[in-house]
């Protein structure tokens, strides 16, 4: 317990402030789930905690210098390409967004790299909460449970819950459904219990929304953070213990999801969005063929093209985050917007295997963003909230991690 002993200490704030930090953290988490309104509650939470944050002092660790200014190159490029086109209220929207997503990930990041322990523990319980409100509401609006629920928590007989688009409706509660897993592979019978429900209703809710690219993340996320578990287990009975709940819990979801295709207007759904052969995603101007006539296109244009122009050129939008950056924000964006994205990998999955108290959620969050990242070539992932959270999370615990170690190291050899 010595080990830990450091990073359990506070921040240098008065108790009622730091308890005032902790439940705006969780209420920022839980108001995550809620953003089929502009301005949200989210929007409104983040607000409050920034203020006080910043008026009770953040500190800034060089390393996250790093994101900070790949962020900011990234938005700069934005800005360039739409210098043309901010008469048009929607691309300034767009481009005021984009920073306002920025700035969300690195005041995540500043948070997160102090008193991290009972700041993550904070914010991922608020996410938790606030997903389980999203999956009931889209459970309930899937089975028409509610008065107008039809109408209002689902679309296009995909279920949405709190949010605009099932897509991303499914992609919010990949973090929160893979935490609960966790918690049942590794607490007390009563946490399992509990945490199994949280679990069935998070991974129910993933389902319904009929997102393949959720249920993609979703097993590629539980696989890599199982992976991470084993390898970091600290003793032959956790290993054991991963094995055998793992093989439980999988069990138990195939035979969830043949119950749910025995009703024939889930079955019939299902069969056709797990389909490969969509007509959006193939021809010349399918998904992926947009995607290798935009590249090309990208060589002709090193200022971009302008965010939300791609449209004008072909049939859809790019679903490709990274052909987007370019498209948007031209060469200093295309190149920069990869740069992020391979340096927070590198750098996240590096802090994984750090022995820490917040070893276990950050292994987690850290799955989560990985495979989202890995979704971006095939997804436009630019605004969704929830993945500039896990970003700007992911640099500042892997901060504090590396900062625990050094201290840790002065401790014990003096």
Same mark, same amino acid.
């Given at each position: 317990?010595?080990?830990?002993?450091?990073?359990?200490?506070?921040?240098?704030?008065?108790?009622?402030?730091?308890?005032?930090?902790?439940?705006?953290?969780?209420?920022?988490?839980?108001?995550?789930?809620?953003?089929?309104?502009?301005?949200?509650?989210?929007?409104?939470?983040?607000?409050?905690?920034?203020?006080?944050?910043?008026?009770?002092?953040?500190?800034?660790?060089?390393?996250?210098?790093?994101?900070?200014?790949?962020?900011?190159?990234?938005?700069?490029?934005?800005?360039?390409?739409?210098?043309?086109?901010?008469?048009?209220?929607?691309?300034?929207?767009?481009?005021?967004?984009?920073?306002?997503? +920025?700035? &969300? #990930?690195?005041?995540?990041?500043?948070? @997160?790299?102090?008193?991290? %322990? =009972?700041? !993550?523990?904070?914010?991922? *319980?608020?996410?938790?909460?606030?997903?389980?409100?999203? +999956?009931? &509401? #889209?459970?309930?609006?899937?089975?028409? @449970?509610?008065?107008?629920? %039809? =109408?209002? !928590?689902?679309?296009?007989? *995909?279920?949405?819950?709190?949010?605009?688009?099932?897509?991303?409706?499914? #992609?919010?509660?990949?973090?929160?459904?893979?935490?609960?897993?966790?918690?049942?592979?590794?607490?007390?019978?009563?946490?399992?219990?509990?945490?199994?429900?949280?679990?069935?209703?998070?991974?129910?809710?993933?389902?319904?929304?009929?997102?393949?690219?959720?249920?993609?993340?979703?097993?590629?996320?539980?696989?890599?953070?199982?992976?991470?578990?084993?390898?970091?287990?600290?003793?032959?009975?956790?290993?054991?213990?991963?094995?055998?709940?793992?093989?439980?819990?999988?069990?138990?979801?195939?035979?969830?999801?043949?119950?749910?295709?025995?009703?024939?207007?889930?079955?019939?759904?299902?069969?056709?969005?797990?389909?490969?052969?969509?007509?959006?995603?193939?021809?010349?101007?399918?998904?992926?063929?947009?995607?290798?006539?935009?590249?090309?296109?990208?060589?002709?244009?090193?200022?971009?093209?302008?965010?939300?122009?791609?449209?004008?050129?072909?049939?859809?939008?790019?679903?490709?985050?990274?052909?987007?950056?370019?498209?948007?924000?031209?060469?200093?964006?295309?190149?920069?917007?990869?740069?992020?994205?391979?340096?927070?990998?590198?750098?996240?999955?590096?802090?994984?295997?750090?022995?820490?108290?917040?070893?276990?959620?950050?292994?987690?969050?850290?799955?989560?963003?990985?495979?989202?990242?890995?979704?971006?070539?095939?997804?436009?992932?630019?605004?969704?909230?929830?993945?500039?959270?896990?970003?700007?999370?992911?640099?500042?615990?892997?901060?504090?991690?590396?900062?625990?170690?050094?201290?840790?190291?002065?401790?014990?050899?003096?």
């Amino acid at each position: 317990m010595t080990d830990f002993a450091i990073a359990a200490q506070p921040a240098d704030t008065a108790p009622g402030v730091r308890s005032l930090q902790l439940k705006l953290l969780w209420l920022v988490g839980a108001c995550g789930s809620i953003v089929f309104i502009e301005p949200s509650p989210y929007e409104i939470a983040i607000v409050m905690a920034v203020v006080l944050f910043f008026a009770t002092g953040l500190r800034l660790a060089l390393p996250l210098l790093i994101p900070f200014a790949l962020l900011i190159g990234i938005n700069l490029g934005y800005s360039i390409g739409a210098m043309e086109l901010f008469d048009d209220t929607v691309i300034l929207t767009w481009i005021l967004t984009s920073w306002y997503m +920025a700035i &969300a #990930a690195m005041f995540f990041a500043l948070v @997160l790299s102090n008193d991290t %322990a =009972d700041r !993550l523990d904070a914010l991922a *319980r608020g996410y938790l909460v606030g997903a389980v409100i999203a +999956a009931l &509401a #889209a459970i309930a609006g899937y089975f028409n @449970l509610v008065p107008g629920g %039809a =109408d209002l !928590l689902t679309y296009a007989g *995909r279920a949405r819950g709190t949010f605009k688009d099932p897509n991303v409706l499914g #992609a919010f509660l990949i973090f929160p459904a893979i935490y609960a897993l966790q918690r049942i592979i590794e607490g007390s019978f009563w946490s399992a219990m509990r945490n199994g429900v949280v679990f069935g209703i998070l991974s129910l809710a993933i389902f319904l929304a009929f997102s393949r690219a959720a249920w993609g993340t979703l097993a590629g996320s539980t696989l890599l953070m199982i992976g991470l578990m084993f390898i970091t287990a600290s003793s032959p009975q956790k290993r054991l213990r991963i094995v055998i709940l793992t093989m439980l819990a999988v069990a138990l979801a195939i035979a969830a999801v043949a119950v749910l295709l025995s009703f024939d207007s889930i079955a019939n759904l299902f069969k056709e969005r797990a389909s490969f052969n969509q007509p959006y995603d193939s021809g010349r101007f399918g998904r992926f063929g947009r995607h290798a006539l935009g590249f090309a296109m990208a060589l002709d244009y090193p200022f971009g093209i302008g965010p939300l122009q791609f449209r004008n050129f072909f049939p859809e939008d790019t679903h490709n985050s990274f052909l987007n950056a370019f498209m948007s924000g031209g060469w200093i964006s295309g190149t920069l917007y990869p740069a992020l994205v391979f340096t927070t990998a590198i750098y996240g999955f590096r802090n994984a295997f750090l022995r820490t108290p917040w070893q276990r959620t950050y292994i987690a969050i850290f799955s989560t963003l990985f495979v989202t990242l890995l979704e971006s070539f095939i997804i436009d992932t630019d605004h969704w909230r929830h993945y500039y959270l896990l970003l700007g999370v992911t640099w500042g615990v892997a901060v504090a991690s590396g900062r625990f170690l050094n201290e840790r190291r002065i401790v014990e050899y003096g």
